[in-house]
C-alpha cells in the first residue's frame, strides 16, 4: 500500500517552489552589497528542493533538476578556486576583490566584483551538498534508483 500524498502540500510547494529559487538568486546578487549571498542563497534554493522532495519524494527531485547534484558541488568548487587563483596571477592577494566595469549600450555601464564569482561558487557549493543529501535520504530504502528493474 502506498502512503497518500496531500494534494495540500503539493500545490503549496508547486505555487512556492519558483518563487524560493528566484529569491535565492536574488540573494546571491545582492549579497556584497547587502544582507545574503552565496550561502544565503544556496540554503534558500536547497530548501526549494528540499520542499519538493517532502511533497513528492525523490523522483519528484529527480524531475525537478535534470544536472546531478555532484556537478553542482565540482563547479562551486571550480568558481571558488578560480577566484582565487585569478587574483594571484594578476599580483594581488589570494581573493582579493576586484571591481570589473563594462560599458553595455542598452543597460549603460555594469559593473561586477570578483566577490560576485565567488558567491556563485559557494552558492553551488551549498546546493550541490543538499541535493547529494537529499539524494541519499532518498535512497535509504535500499534500492538503487539507477538500477533497472526486470
Do not use: W
Not at 8 to 37: K, M, R
Not at 57 to 80: C, K, Y
Amino acid at each position: 500500500m502506498t502512503p497518500r500524498r496531500s494534494v495540500i502540500l503539493d500545490l503549496c510547494v508547486q505555487a512556492e517552489f519558483h518563487t524560493l529559487l528566484l529569491l535565492s538568486l536574488y540573494l546571491l546578487f545582492a549579497g556584497h552589497n547587502q544582507p545574503g549571498g552565496g550561502f544565503a542563497g544556496g540554503l534558500v534554493a536547497s530548501c526549494a528542493f528540499g520542499l519538493r522532495f517532502v511533497a513528492g519524494g525523490s523522483s519528484a527531485l529527480s524531475r525537478s533538476i535534470s544536472v546531478p547534484a555532484i556537478t553542482f558541488l565540482g563547479v562551486g568548487m571550480l568558481f571558488a578556486i578560480l577566484t582565487g587563483c585569478v587574483s594571484l596571477l594578476t599580483g594581488h592577494e589570494f581573493l582579493e576583490s576586484a571591481i570589473f566595469s563594462a560599458d553595455l549600450m542598452v543597460l549603460g555601464t555594469v559593473k561586477a566584483s570578483s566577490v560576485l564569482f565567488f558567491d556563485i561558487g559557494v552558492y553551488l557549493v551549498v546546493l550541490g551538498m543538499s541535493l547529494l543529501l537529499l539524494e541519499q535520504l532518498g535512497g535509504a530504502d535500499g534500492t538503487d534508483p539507477d538500477e533497472v528493474q526486470p
